[in-house]
């Protein structure tokens, strides 16, 4: 009985993660600092998944006017920016789409996959998966 009620609650669980979307608000978390850094608002627009900024959380960020960027973003208002294009769903991966550090204005291969409901793996790389950085964003609630 025991092993039949563990059997449903990790049967159950394992649904209700997949049955779980990317949509919606995540909080961004700064590799440098540990601070959070921006909110980033991801949907859907026919079969594909995007990503752009709705908030800049750091202190001198704050008015949506990037200081702390590098190039052609510097001084600019990046709200609204999409830095997350064209990822298509594969099972529990969202994959093939490009991300955009507006901090340096670079663009990289990218995919996504939820590890826990209100946990997003956001992975960026240059060429092979092997070859990137992996940060986690959290999801905001309403």
Known sequence: MKKLLLL???FLSYFNLNAQD???KWKTIDDETGKPKSIIEIYKDGD???GKIIKLLTEENKDGVCRTCETKYK???IIGLVILKDLEKDGDTYEDGEITDPKNAKTYSCYIQLVKPNK???RGYIGFSLLGRTQYWYRVQD
């Open 8 to 10: 449903s609650l990790i």
């Open 22 to 24: 990317v949509i919606g």
């Open 48 to 50: 594909k998944y995007y």
């Open 75 to 77: 001084d600019k208002n």
């Open 120 to 122: 997003l793996k956001v």
